[in-house]
């Protein structure tokens, strides 16, 4: 992978964030505590840059697009009719969802590496917790998969593909929306393996968007489920 020429150094503004920032810790003005952290974080990050603004966009745009389109689908079934089955359609949203994911995290790269490593951040025990990290994401990520199987994991219930019960096994019994934090945690430590800022920033960002989205996904699905007992239950 190939950086910028000066990515392995530490930038001269980082400089603001050390002892000395805000008069020094003995006499830290919390009036200025939010600007010094970002005067900090600025010496390492360029919101401006390219790359960074595509990574930003597509973090954001990723849980966007595959919520407007199954809420569209469970709505109008447009999809399933167009290829002729509910299946089909999940199937087809899985690809963009899945070619959208690899963009993402290409861009997600890009950003890191078009900009400045932080030093201190550069050394093996980072290195060691961000491969731990990798690890960790990766299990929970593979393990909600099979867990969910493929039409659960590409938000089949709002194509009426609907599962008998609540999912509960592992690592649905350890923790709620594993594969989004799973997913976090993957680039939490992508990030710390390229001691990048950078790479931090757009993770909370990750997070950030994942938790707006759950805010719409779990109401919405609970209903779908709810619906389906109610019309159960008046069928029996």
């Known amino acids: 992978m190939k950086g910028s020429g000066d990515q392995g150094s530490e930038p001269t503004s ?19 505590a939010d600007f010094c952290v970002m005067t900090w974080l600025l010496g390492y990050v360029d919101p401006l840059d390219s790359s960074f603004v ?14 407007v389109v199954a809420r569209w689908e469970h ?19 899985s690809i963009t ?9 290409h861009c997600f790269t890009q950003a890191m590496l078009s ?3 932080m030093e201190s951040l550069d050394a093996p025990a980072a290195r060691c917790l961000g491969l731990t990290l990798l690890g960790v994401g990766i299990v929970l990520v593979l393990s909600s998969s099979f867990a969910l199987g493929f039409t659960g994991t590409f938000l089949g219930d709002y194509f009426g593909i609907l599962k008998e019960a609540r999912v509960t096994v592992f690592p649905f019994s ?3 929306n594993p594969m989004y934090w799973g997913s976090t945690a993957n680039y939490l430590g992508w ?7 950078t790479g931090l920033l757009l993770t909370v960002l990750v997070a950030l968007t994942y938790m707006v989205a759950l805010l719409y996904e779990e109401p919405f699905t609970a209903e779908i489920y709810r619906q389906k007992a109610s019309g159960a239950h008046k069928r029996s």
């Open 97 to 105: 969802i899945l070619l959208l994911n690899v963009l993402r995290s």
């Open 191 to 197: 990030a710390l393996l390229h001691a990048s800022p």
């Open 75 to 93: 709505k109008t079934r447009k999809l399933s009719r167009a290829f002729g089955s509910p299946y089909l359609a999940c199937y087809s949203l």
């Open 174 to 176: 350890v923790l709620d």
């Open 14 to 32: 980082s400089s603001v964030a050390g002892t000395d920032c805000c008069g020094g810790l003995g006499n830290i003005d919390f009036r200025q």
């Open 115 to 117: 900009q400045p490593k």
């Open 54 to 67: 595509a990574a930003v966009l597509t973090i954001a745009f990723n849980p966007l697009y595959w919520n």
